[in-house]
């Protein structure tokens, strides 16, 4: 109640304070949009002099569009008398011919009104004489009169337009001091926020209106242009007149058309120019509406369509056109301080742009209603730009805690609950599908040699946690399984015991503790005292750095707060575990005779051979991959042939041994190798040669002789990890086979 009151005085004030505060609105938009120039200004002239040199570019400016826009609209009142005829001949063209359907229809209309009650009377009383009388007013006050007529008119807007410049003047001189008292009087001594809410209000205004006039301008003169050129008289007049309307949202553009459109009907003979006038202005209006002001605006005013269209017919039937054009620069402002007074928040909640709701919040809200299974829908669009990770994180985990917080307090029964989890382990299953078609494409690297068994701590919740875990861990080449909860934990040590693994994970989801877990790490280590343990913590209240401490003490190796954080230390951990050793690529079946065919090609040497240097700059720009290289693979080193963006280093040496290179295991295999991320695979952890050179990804394809020998790789490297796709792997193969023919060709024998 006491809200509405305060609404409703609020509201009145507005309305009844109109006069006052609409001068004052319009100052202060002046004085946010000339600030910054002012400051620079009076850097040169000091702080009176650059105020009064933007108070005069400001009337200057007002004076000659106004000069240029009254002499134009003077030549076409003398230009009118001459259009009569065109005006009469359409008017004439659009006559309905007699007899015709419209005509039939009045003519019953109008008989049947003779029918009605009291017609007979109204049509009799016609015909008596109405008395004229005759009112005079004293001569003396006839000028007087008519003077105040037509000046009243210009009166009003010229006085209000000089208080507004009055009042934006004496803003401009005292602006630090009103800034002052503003930051006083809203921040109520939080003095940092409040200077960063203002000073981001005033950015994004000024960024909103000089946006809007860069807009307006490239329509006006497109539109005079085409108005020129159509035949349509004073187009100079119509262009910058279009120009000024636009900066009143919704109706300007329409209030601007309507000029140019009927002049148009009345100075052409034909119907051609008003209908090419018409369609000058959609398309512009097109163009404005979906190229010139998405692109110029760039960085939105981060209010809502919804809000901008609200906020415009409330401030316009508070203050008429004057809060049309001020609707949007003071919503932003409400925004703003929204974002950054706590207790305003809700100004941002419902004007802004941000999505009400999180990812978690909406697809909770989805699973709460009966009957409605559309957050598939929600993981769908989540999935189309964040990594499946993230939608575990973000999204499906909360979801699990909220739920369980909610029924923990009351606010769902059992019943939904239940339902809920059967969605996120629905959910979870339809993702687990989906990718799993992705996993162990032939050709590719084998995964890291890492085992990972997945346990709740202590109920179902942290079950589903887990199975998260797991399936995010075989997305990334792990073997990861998850174990059903509601098992004790000394059944779940034994069945480590049995089948040993080479990480326990145990997931925690609030309400479960962390003490759950670390009972869970003691019991595990009491039987297995070098199992490796990782625990997973989500959404746990209280001290954070007391459960890690706690957990640690317990036995854990680490504590992890998100999936990507478990993801990253399990990879660290598979490098450590299998990268000391590294797997030889060994030698194929064909080595004896691969080797002379090398030999007789004659290109076993340091020499770089610069004619295919060609390729590999296209193999880094198709690939847009920053290295490229085709090389040889002797018996004990393999060669640089052609490069692109190698390392000095290599460059300078042009060969490495055998044992290092990564060209080795694709002449082995004789097939395309694909390592997407080479510090996750066991083959190439511990090489030092990548390690030096900081190689993350590498792709090669076989160069192959006439007779199928393969002699060496045409190859891309990268820093980053990084995918390669199936029509890639083709690519790249098609130009190894072409590659393998240009050197057949520098050789000049036939193998």
Known sequence: MYMVILSSALIAGLYFGREFLIPLALAALITFLLAPFVTKLERFIGKVGAVIAAMMLIVGGTVGMGWMLGSQAVDLANQLPAYKEN????LQSVQTPRGGTLDRVTETMEDLKKD????????????????????????SNQPFGTITSMVAPILGPLGTGGLVLLLATFMLLKREDLQGRAIRLIGQGRISATTRAMDDAAARVRRYLFMQLVVNVTYGIPLAIGLYFIGVPNPILWGALAAVLRFIPYIGPWIAAAFPIVLSLAVSPTWMPPLLTIGLFVVLELLSNNVMEPWLYGASTGVSSIALIVAAVFWTWLWGPAGLVLATPITVCMVVMGRHIPQLSFLSVLLG??????????????????????????????????????????????VVATAEEDHRQGLIDSEQRDRIAAAVREATEEL???????????????????????????????????????HVLRQRGFESRNAPGRRSAKELAAELERQPVDIVCISVIAPSKAIHARNLCQRIRAILPEQRILVCLWGL????????????????????????????????????????????????EDEEQRLVTLENLGLVNREREP???HVTAKMSRVFEAPISAITLVDHDRQYFKAYHGLPEALAEAREVPRDLSICTHVVASDKTIVVEDLKRDRRFAANPMIEENGFRFYAGAPIRSADGHVLGALCVMDTEPRRFSRRERRLLEENAAEVASEMERLAGVVV
């Open 353 to 398: 742009e941000e999505e009400a709701l999180s990812p978690a919040e909406d697809c909770y809200h989805r699973m709460l209603r009966n009957g409605e299974h559309d957050e598939s829908e929600l993981v769908e669009s989540f999935l189309k730009t964040k990594p499946l990770e993230e939608l575990y994180d973000t999204m499906l985990i909360p």
């Open 611 to 613: 004619v295919l240097d």
């Open 87 to 90: 005006i009469r001949a359409k």
């Open 116 to 139: 009605l009650p009291g017609a007979a009377e109204k049509l009799g009383n016609r015909t008596a004489p109405t008395p004229v009388e005759v009112v005079s007013t004293p001569e």
């Open 541 to 588: 209240n209280g001290d954070a750095e007391e459960d890690v401490k706690m957990l640690r003490e317990a036995g854990a190796e680490e504590v992890c707060h998100s999936l990507t954080e478990a993801c990253a230390w399990c990879e660290r951990a598979a490098t450590h575990l299998n990268g000391e050793a590294g797997v030889e690529a060994g030698l194929p």
């Open 432 to 470: 687990e599908e989906r990718f799993a078609g992705s996993e162990g494409e032939e050709g590719e690297a084998p995964p890291p040699a890492l085992q990972v068994h997945c346990i709740p701590a202590r109920a179902e919740r942290d079950e589903l946690a887990g199975a998260m875990i797991a």
